[in-house]
Nanobody, 123 residues
Framework: QVQLVESGGGLVQAGGSLRLSCAAS????????MAWFRQAPGKEREFVAA????????DYADSVKGRFTISRDNAKNTVYLQMNNLKPEDTAIYYC????????????????WGQGTQVTVSS
């Protein structure tokens, strides 16, 4: 099973940008579809974005479409989430997830999860 470590979170003003990174170890990330989820205080965890293992197909939640971009560098075993035009409602713990299977990027059950990184957007 792949191990995941997120980084890049922090405090930013509304309208600002952050780039999250998720480093995979244990196995090559090229064999996994990768995703970002987030969980705000008092809310359920929600899908943010994902990128497929095979053809680089991506999927985004409507709330982040046009502002966030997911990408991967298989040579570095790393997936990124570039977040632009951040809003206070983007405040959450962001989790990286990986899964070796196929199917819907947003509804599948992801097998591996990181510990999360906090993103706080001030108004």
């Amino acid at each position: 099973q792949v191990q995941l470590v997120e980084s890049g979170g922090g405090l930013v003003q509304a309208g600002g940008s952050l780039r999250l990174s998720c480093a995979a170890s244990g196995r090559s990330s090229s064999g996994y579809s990768m995703a970002w989820f987030r969980q705000a205080p008092g809310k359920e965890r929600e899908f943010v974005a994902a990128i497929s293992r095979s053809d680089g197909r991506t999927d985004y939640a409507d709330s982040v479409k046009g502002r966030f971009t997911i990408s991967r560098d298989n040579a570095k075993n790393t997936v990124y989430l570039q977040m632009n035009n951040l809003k206070p409602e983007d405040t959450a713990i962001y989790y990286c997830a990986a899964d070796p299977g196929y199917g819907s990027l947003r509804t599948r059950t992801y097998a591996s999860w990181g510990q999360g990184t906090q993103v706080t957007v001030s108004s």
